[in-house]
Every structure is written in structure tokens, then in C-alpha cells.
């Protein structure tokens, strides 16, 4: 069945840089909103950072803006979260998600999808 996978994550000293990665599986990314949600230890699920495939228009939450990036390789079925300048807030369990028809920041408002990966772990910490 369709499924989105993701990889990517580690463990990184503050001020590092992770990519990671959510390959969309038996669906294409067109009319897609992916997002990636981020679990921190005790808190819910918030969404950080999403794309809308229908208008290729972004949205990030202010505690990642400037920092986290979105990129999206068409050929690979793959979207990319490229987080730099890591911070140990930043610690948790990111999920990638994904919904058609949705923009950018309601998506990642509603914290919900269709389709969820399992969660890759990243740690920030000396």
C-alpha cells in the first residue's frame, strides 16, 4: 500500500546539520503536502516545516525558520528536510506526514496527514 518512509536522522552536536529524508512509496508527490512534525520529549506533535506540491509553497515555524530547509527531488519520489544550525531543542522524533490538496501552513497546523512515516530520532547534544 502507499506509505511514505523516512530516514535520516542521528544524533549531532549543536550548531550541526542533519538532512533527512521521506520517500513517498505507490504515490507520486504531485497535489502532496509533506510536512515534517517534530516530537520533543513530553510535548505533542507540531508541525516545523511544510510543503504544498499544488502551489510549491513553504512553511516554517518560527523556532526553525532560517535554519531548516525543504527541498524536493521529483526523479527520487523523496522530500528533504536539510536542518542546520541544530540546536538541542531541536531533540525529538520527527515524523514526515503527507495529505493531498492541502497548502503549506495549514497542514502543518492541523498535524494530521493521510500517510505517516515512522519517526527517525534526532539528537542534539555535546
Known amino acids: 500500500q502507499a506509505q511514505v518512509v523516512e530516514s535520516g536522522g542521528g544524533l549531532v552536536q549543536p550548531g550541526g546539520s542533519l538532512r533527512l529524508s521521506c520517500a513517498a512509496s505507490?504515490?507520486?508527490?504531485?497535489?502532496?503536502?509533506f510536512g515534517w512534525f517534530h516530537q520533543a520529549p513530553g510535548k505533542e506533535r507540531e508541525g516545523v516545516a511544510c510543503?504544498?506540491?499544488?502551489?510549491?509553497?513553504?512553511y516554517f515555524a518560527d523556532s526553525v525558520k532560517d535554519r531548516f530547509t525543504i527541498s524536493v527531488d521529483n526523479a527520487a519520489n523523496t522530500v528533504y528536510l536539510q536542518m542546520n544550525n541544530l540546536k538541542p531543542e531541536d531533540t525529538g522524533v520527527y515524523y514526515c506526514?503527507?495529505?493531498?490538496?492541502?497548502?503549506?501552513?495549514?497542514?502543518?497546523?492541523?498535524?494530521?496527514?493521510?500517510?505517516w512515516g515512522q519517526g527517525t530520532q534526532v539528537t542534539v547534544s555535546t
Open positions: 506526514g503527507a495529505e493531498k490538496w492541502w497548502a503549506a501552513q495549514p497542514f502543518c497546523a492541523r498535524s494530521r496527514a493521510d500517510y
Open positions: 505507490r504515490f507520486t508527490l504531485d497535489h502532496y503536502a
Open positions: 510543503l504544498s506540491m499544488n502551489d510549491n509553497r513553504t
